[in-house]
């Protein structure tokens, strides 16, 4: 049988609806957006708890080792691949006095210039100080500046979040001054991303050489979210790992389906001799048309939400909607070619034998 | 291409005889009635000669035959497909262009009464059409040995008068062809008669 004659048929299939092709095209279509859509829901889920755990300190380690850290190698450590920001602060027992109320003074601690990177502050006014959100709302004056009794007013060079969200709260009400790194420190901080024990480990550099053994400890700024997260691991082992493989095996299913409900007609279009071949060829054409068509529909979709939501991890779309859909897609190919294996020409005989 | 029938018998499983001692030559050209009340063994017979069954008794020798076909009392085709694609299918699955199928299909089609409704879906056709085309496509896809089985048992008079006139028409050079019925009425469509209560047992 000629190709051209084989297409011809196959398109006949498809434009008189004996194909059923936007029925398929539909059942493929929901599941496949079903699978992708869950999966993609999923993933979004899991990247908001990642970027989470970037934001509210779970991956930023604190190197304590009071008065042994040194400031210059612990501003170093931002150097490192995998380490985003680090500094060194110093917790000493200095305070200020507010001269606008008659409370207690405000402590204030010293800290590198690469501490105050890793703080994501706002910038105010040039130079002195660093303020939590908090003390900014209640000390800070039109001005942008704070008055100290001792040196009257002085300015806020930037004003830092500092939300109470489980991290160490010391920062939120503590003014910080921003001073040079060539001296010893008490602690040193260091935002590793993605999360990593080895870049931990690698924390140790900072130490000054006449550390005591043991004296130094290593904390995540943040102990409620937990002490380490793998996002690559998080992402591999989600809930919904298993769904573009069940989807594809609907996909056969309906793929199946889609010929196993035409068996008589197979039967009797081997019956008048078109040879297996031809009407595999034949039945692969109908079964590509309505399943790409639900898949280029799939996409389309996944694309516009997609679009919408950021998504943390640069793979993470591609995770939901790559591989899935041309799996499914083959899948379908697969469980049509299958529903034709299944049909036999005595199927007819059989067929009109029992009626 | 001859088919010969000599002493042929047969008998399912343990069950009595149909028939026993069925002697009848079939040639090309010729139309066949195998006659008989309903259980008396005619699809018996015919799934003998088609070779599909072997017989209890006698032999069955078929020479040149290598394409069966068969058609059944339930007309069945593509419902949404045109009658003539079912007619163009087996010619064009030999090889050649789809427009030399159709002209071909179409003398076939004009020779069964159905140049009308070739353009016409499948489901719209009436019994006696589908009848037809079912005997059309059989005959387009140019068998050795055609079966026909019952071929009016379910259409209404007028519509079995309409079958029974295109299997009298029917003269086909390379075909030998055997219809089963108990209509008196496709019998004497026929060109001769096997009837299969000349051979029924009593035992
Ligand atoms: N495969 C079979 N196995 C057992 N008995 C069968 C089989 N096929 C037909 N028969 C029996 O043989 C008898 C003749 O059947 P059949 O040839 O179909 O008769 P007819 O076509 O003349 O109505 C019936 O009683 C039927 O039940
Ligand atoms: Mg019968």
Not at chain 1, 7 to 34: D, K, Q
Not at chain 1, 261 to 268: F, I, K, M, Q, T
């Amino acid at each position: 049988m000629w190709i051209r004659n084989i297409l011809g048929e196959a398109l006949r299939n498809l434009a008189s609806g004996t194909a059923h092709a936007l029925w398929f095209a539909s059942a493929w279509l929901v599941i496949m957006g079903g699978v992708c859509g869950l999966d993609l829901w999923e993933l979004l889920a899991l990247s908001g708890q990642v970027t989470d755990f970037h934001d509210r300190g779970g991956s930023t380690m604190v190197l304590t080792a009071p008065g042994h850290v040194d400031g210059v190698a612990c501003d170093e450590l931002a150097g490192i691949t995998g380490i985003e920001a680090a500094g060194a602060i110093r917790v000493n027992d200095q305070r200020v006095d507010i001269s606008t109320t008659p409370r207690s003074p405000l402590p204030i601690s010293e800290i590198t210039a690469g501490f105050a990177r890793l703080l994501d502050f706002r910038e105010g006014g040039p130079g002195g100080l660093l303020a939590s959100a908090s003390l900014a709302d209640h000390y800070l004056d039109s001005r942008g500046t704070i008055s100290t009794r001792a040196s009257g007013a002085t300015s806020v060079a930037g004003v830092f979040s500092w939300p109470d969200d489980g991290r160490a709260q010391g920062l939120a009400y503590t003014l910080l001054s921003v001073t040079p790194a060539n001296r010893n420190f008490d602690e040193c901080w260091a935002r590793i991303w993605p999360p990593s024990t080895g870049n931990s480990d690698l924390m140790g550099v900072a130490l000054a050489g006449d550390t005591p053994p043991g004296e130094a400890q290593v904390t995540p700024l943040n102990t409620t979210m937990g002490s380490t997260l793998d996002p690559t691991a998080l992402f591999a082992n989600r809930r919904t790992q298993w769904l573009p493989i069940a989807g594809a095996a609907a996909c056969s299913g309906i793929g199946f389906l889609a010929v196993w409900l035409r068996r008589l007609e197979c039967a009797a279009t081997l019956d008048s001799g078109v040879p297996r071949l031809a009407l595999s060829i034949q039945l692969f054409v109908e079964t590509a048309w309505w399943s790409t068509l639900g898949c280029v529909i799939v996409s389309g979709l996944l694309v516009i939400t997609g679009a919408q939501f950021e998504v943390t991890r640069p793979d993470g779309f591609a995770l939901a909607a790559g591989w899935p859909l041309g799996f499914a897609l083959l899948m379908t190919w697969g469980g049509a070619q299958a529903g034709l294996a299944c049909i036999q020409r005595r199927a007819l005989m059989v067929y009109f034998k029992h009626r | 291409m001859r088919l010969r029938l000599e002493g042929v018998g047969h008998c399912f499983a343990d069950a009595q005889w149909l028939f026993r001692g069925v002697t009848a030559d079939f040639e090309t050209g010729t139309t066949t009635a195998v006659t008989g009340p309903s259980g008396s063994g005619k699809s018996t017979l015919l799934a003998l000669m088609a070779g599909s069954l072997y017989a209890a008794e006698g032999t069955v020798a078929r020479q040149g035959i290598e394409r069966t076909q068969w058609v059944f009392q339930n007309p069945f085709g593509v419902a949404r497909r045109a009658a003539i694609d079912h007619v163009v299918l087996p010619i064009m699955a030999v090889g050649g262009s789809r427009d030399q199928a159709t002209d071909q299909a179409m003398v076939l089609m004009e020779q069964f009464g159905l140049a009308s409704v070739a353009a016409r879906p499948f489901a719209q056709l009436s019994g006696g059409e589908a009848q037809r085309l079912m005997l059309a496509r059989a005959v387009a896809s140019q068998p050795h040995l055609l079966l026909v089985d019952e071929p009016t048992a379910q259409l209404d008079h007028q519509a079995a008068v309409t079958v029974a006139e295109a299997l009298s028409s029917l003269s086909l050079k390379g075909t030998i062809v055997a219809v089963a019925t108990h209509d008196p009425l496709t019998r004497d469509a026929c060109q001769s008669i096997v009837d299969l209560t000349r051979y029924a047992t009593e035992d």
